[in-house]
């Protein structure tokens, strides 16, 4: 059984940095090309990051670039989401996602899904 359990949401002030967690397991994670994901309450879940499975590739949303940073240490099965620079509007529910196809941004193409985690971002 594939389980995906996000960690290190919070609370934050503007300007302040999170790191988001993702330890996964029952899946090949190398052989898995993760990404996180967002929804933001009344809108459409969208894409934040995501990165290869060997972590030398990686695509990040343009409202993030330049704050986020996704990485991965294969040894121990986690995907990490480094946000710095947090903005109200960043305030979501976070999402860890894993694809065994190709990596793409498209939150249709991964098969497995946490939980989430909430991050919110006072102003």
């Known amino acids: 059984q594939v389980q995906l359990v996000e960690s290190g949401g919070g609370l934050v002030h503007t300007g302040g940095s999170l790191r988001l967690s993702c330890a996964a397991s029952?899946?090949?994670?190398?052989?898995?090309?993760m990404a996180w994901f967002r929804r933001i309450p009344g809108k459409e879940r969208e894409f934040v990051s995501a990165?290869?499975?060997?972590?030398?590739?990686?695509y990040s949303a343009d409202s993030v670039k330049g704050r986020f940073t996704i990485s991965r240490d294969n040894a121990k099965n986690t995907v990490y989401l480094q946000m710095t620079s947090l903005k109200p509007e960043d305030t979501a529910v976070y999402y860890c996602?894993?694809?065994?196809?190709?990596?793409?941004?498209?939150?249709?193409?991964?098969?497995?899904w946490g939980q989430g985690t909430q991050v919110t971002v006072s102003s």
């Open positions: 996602a894993a694809n065994t196809e190709a990596l793409t941004t498209r939150a249709e193409r991964y098969k497995f």
């Open positions: 029952g899946l090949a994670f190398s052989r898995s090309d």
């Open positions: 990165i290869s499975r060997s972590g030398n590739t990686t």
